[in-house]
């Protein structure tokens, strides 16, 4: 199974939407705050939030827009 990461940040509405979008669908995955995590995420070359790192273990890769996130969310469960 895929490692996932969500990159939100504090100042960022349409992580606060994805993140209610995500718990009324009751899916779970672990979130990280970019301002308390800059070097976390520059090294996985986040540029922008919302974006859901995916580690498959041999290769990272970054989703973007939330339509995307939540379906790669579902599928990895």
């Keep these: 199974m895929n490692k996932l990461k969500l990159i939100t940040a504090g100042f960022c509405a349409p992580c606060k939407v994805l ?3 995500l718990e009324a669908q009751n899916l779970e995955v672990e979130t990280v705050i970019a301002e308390d995590n800059q070097e976390l995420v ?4 986040v540029r922008s939030v919302p974006t859901l790192v995916v580690d498959n273990g041999a290769e990272i890769e970054l989703v973007s827009g939330s339509d995307q996130i939540i379906n790669v969310i579902k599928n990895n469960k």
């Design 42 to 45: 520059k090294s996985y070359g």
């Design 19 to 21: 993140k209610a979008e």
